[in-house]
């Protein structure tokens, strides 16, 4: 069944990876049993690794300062990890706050320490991006935490803030989405499962010193010098997830790298939004026009009756994910980088449909 996926998370993966996927699922390569099936310490799964590292390295062109690794535990292991690592007791952590995801990051750094938020979006109903202007930076904030795409509201940063406090991003759901000024974070984070593979693999591109400067008095496992030390093979690694996200990035090239990426985001999100914003007496988006997000496409209609309409009869013709995220409501589109612009070709013909049978 032929359907278009526009899931929010575990979202779209490339055909073409799939594929390669199954090809080799069984006979890895030539060594007569599945990768999964291998030691994670074999020179096999070593190659596998290492090569999506050097590929990542490449696709996102992060600075020779920075190193990547790979953990589990999903963005939210992160959300501990962060202040366990980076926010001593004789200082505090600023969070702006721009959605569910950065609540959720305040809250667990407020466990473990002084966090604050550092500017918030939620008078607003987090339709907007807090301006430059508007945060509240203080001398002692150990960093300063921001959630790059707001996966549930469907906002965006368009310019992230000069600072020269450690800068920490949540880019869970725009990572490899669009060019990115990797030096200018101390550390990102990302899980894999809406932009870069199945879920099981988290991505952390971060500034060897700032690791480094990281309290030790924690445990191993939860400590980023760990995974530094052992390239991130400390433990098992979530071996297959790193061998799919080395295909995602091997595809990234293939479709013209970052740049490719993000001209064909802009595109297959401009469609949509060009017709939300042409047919404003029926359909209206969610997030302010400077703050919208190229990911994940959010908006309703008129009233609740019809947006059950709409959620129903496009689930009917094969659209997938459509419903927007429980807490609240409406509909949203997550248009991530394995979403063909055909897709959302055919969701606007869809909507179109709808629009004029009324
Ligand atoms: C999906 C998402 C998360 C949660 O990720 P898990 O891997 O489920 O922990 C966190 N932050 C953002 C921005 C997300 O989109």
């Known amino acids: 069944m032929s359907v278009y996926n526009f899931n929010a998370g575990p979202a779209a993966l490339p055909l073409p990876v799939l594929e390669k996927a199954q090809e080799e699922l069984k006979d890895f390569r030539g060594n007569g049993l599945s990768l999964m099936e ?6 096999t799964y070593d190659e596998v690794h290492n090569h999506a590292i050097q590929l990542l390295k490449e696709v996102m062109e992060i600075p020779d300062t920075h190193e990547v690794l790979f953990l589990q535990g ?23 706050l721009t959605g569910s995801w950065s609540e959720k990051a305040l809250k667990e750094a407020e466990a473990i320490g002084r966090a604050v938020s550092a500017g918030s979006g939620k008078d607003g109903v987090y339709k907007r991006i807090p301006s430059p202007e508007e945060l509240q930076l203080e001398e002692d904030f150990a960093y300063l935490h921001l959630t790059s795409n707001n996966t549930i509201y469907g906002t965006q940063w ?34 894999a499962q809406k932009n870069l593979g199945p879920s099981g693999v988290t991505v952390v591109a971060a500034d060897r010193k700032f690791i480094e400067s990281g ?11 760990t995974h530094l ?62 703050c919208r997000s190229n990911m994940n ?8 009756e019809l947006t059950k309409e709409f959620l129903q009869k496009a689930s009917e013709k094969g659209f997938i994910g459509l419903n927007g995220h429980r807490s609240i409501g409406g509909c949203r589109a997550s248009a991530y980088n394995a ?10 013909q869809f909507m179109d449909d709808f629009y004029k049978n009324r």
């Open 38 to 43: 291998m030691s994670h310490r074999s020179k």
């Open 74 to 96: 999903g963005a939210s292991l992160q959300f501990a990890m962060i202040p366990m690592n980076f926010l001593p007791p004789e200082k505090q952590a600023g969070y702006v």
């Open 158 to 191: 368009q310019q992230y803030p000069e600072t020269s406090l450690p800068l920490i991003a949540d880019m869970s759901s725009d990572i490899l989405s669009r060019k990115t000024d990797v030096s200018k974070f101390a550390l990102l984070y990302a899980g």
């Open 215 to 225: 309290r030790e008095d924690i445990p191993k496992i939860l400590s980023y010098q």
């Open 229 to 290: 030390k052992s390239n991130s093979l400390y433990n098992t690694p979530p071996t297959f997830s790193v061998y799919m996200l080395s295909l995602v990035l091997e595809w990234s090239k293939e479709q013209g790298g970052i740049e490719g990426l993000e001209r064909k985001n802009a595109e297959k999100a401009g469609l949509i939004y060009q017709y939300l914003d042409d047919h404003a007496d029926f359909y209206a988006p969610y997030a302010e026009k400077d």
């Open 297 to 304: 496409i959010t908006f309703t209609l008129k009233d609740d």
């Open 339 to 348: 979403v063909p612009k055909a897709a959302c070709e055919a969701l606007v």
